[in-house]
């Protein structure tokens, strides 16, 4: 007689600061998942709002983790010390789970047990729910996630469940990123040897705000992208498939540039292509390691200029 497998339960971790007037939504809509076992942990990371007596609200429904405000990195870490499922899901306060989104993760994973991560598209939009664009395909990294997540991306946090083994065995979110965090943790779980899976059909819901961290700290995505990346890379033996993370990393040194470049010109209140070139040539003598980017930026509108 055939052995049924058992479908694996899930760990989600909402960490939350000040979240009052979203956080209920997030819940919710985790709350809301049928056809697939889930325990809620929420990570108060030390709200002075309203957010602790909406959370009360929920009774058992929940398991609520309370800290004085250390970060988002240390909300989620903290949250992992409360895992009991065997799938891990991160979602953001403000984000949104769809219906049957657990199911279906829940699926794949009893389904390959030997993947580790498993991840989906996702659609941005403003907390109204008005459109801003959309990821309706997993990536595709699954061939060789670390030489192919520098040059496409990693998935959202909201669209990778990660094995409870897999986590443990990278420990975790670095909590000194207030930026790139997760950046850092998809690159850490390719390099730990975890294998990745896309998920079709899956796509989560994220919602953008004008005040959230990754917004106002926008300008230190690119420089602080290129440390990530170029640390993973610093110690990894180089292989032919180098060539392909190394191309990303120049795309990720060119965009770093560029914002660079842009803030200078902005605080010095120039414009046009004068201010392009003084404010590359500024970001340069601050940041001689910006040269390599430069070269190729300027190869690059040579070319386009004789066309």
Request: with cysteine.
């Amino acid at each position: 007689m055939a052995t049924t497998v058992p479908d694996p339960s899930f760990s989600v971790v909402i960490p939350v600061f000040n979240g009052e007037s979203f956080v209920g939504d997030a819940i919710d809509s985790v709350l809301a998942q049928e056809g697939a076992s889930f325990q809620l942990i929420v990570v108060d990371d030390g709200s002075t709002d309203a957010t602790p007596k909406i959370l009360a609200e929920y009774g058992n429904a929940l398991l609520v983790h309370s800290q004085s405000n250390r970060g988002e990195g240390a909300a989620r870490n903290a949250g992992i010390a409360h895992m009991r499922g065997e799938l891990a899901l991160f979602l953001d306060a403000d984000d949104l789970l769809p219906a049957e989104y657990l199911r279906r993760f829940a699926l794949a994973a009893r389904d390959a047990p030997n993947i580790e991560v498993f991840h989906c598209g996702w659609r941005a939009v403003t907390l109204d729910g008005a459109p801003l664009y959309n990821q309706g395909e997993p990536l595709a990294i699954d061939c060789d996630p670390f030489h192919e997540l520098p040059v496409l991306g990693s998935p959202h946090i909201d669209s990778m469940v990660v094995r409870l083994s897999a986590l443990k065995r990278i420990g975790g979110f670095d909590p000194r990123l207030q930026v790139q965090a997760d950046w850092d943790y998809c690159l850490r779980l390719s390099a730990s040897g975890a294998r990745f899976r896309g998920v079709r059909e899956n796509v989560a819901i994220i919602r953008r705000r004008p005040d959230s961290v990754s917004a106002k700290r926008r300008q230190d995505l690119g420089a602080v992208g290129v440390a990530v990346l170029e640390r993973h890379l610093r110690f990894h033996p180089r292989c032919p498939s180098c060539e392909r993370a190394q191309m990303g990393l120049r795309a990720w040194r060119r965009s770093a540039l560029r914002v660079d470049a842009q803030r200078i010109a902005a605080r010095f209140r120039l414009s046009g292509r004068v201010a392009h070139c003084i404010g590359m040539l500024i970001a340069i003598m601050r940041r001689p390691r910006h040269v390599g980017a430069a070269m190729a930026e300027l190869a690059e509108r040579l070319s386009i200029a004789g066309r």
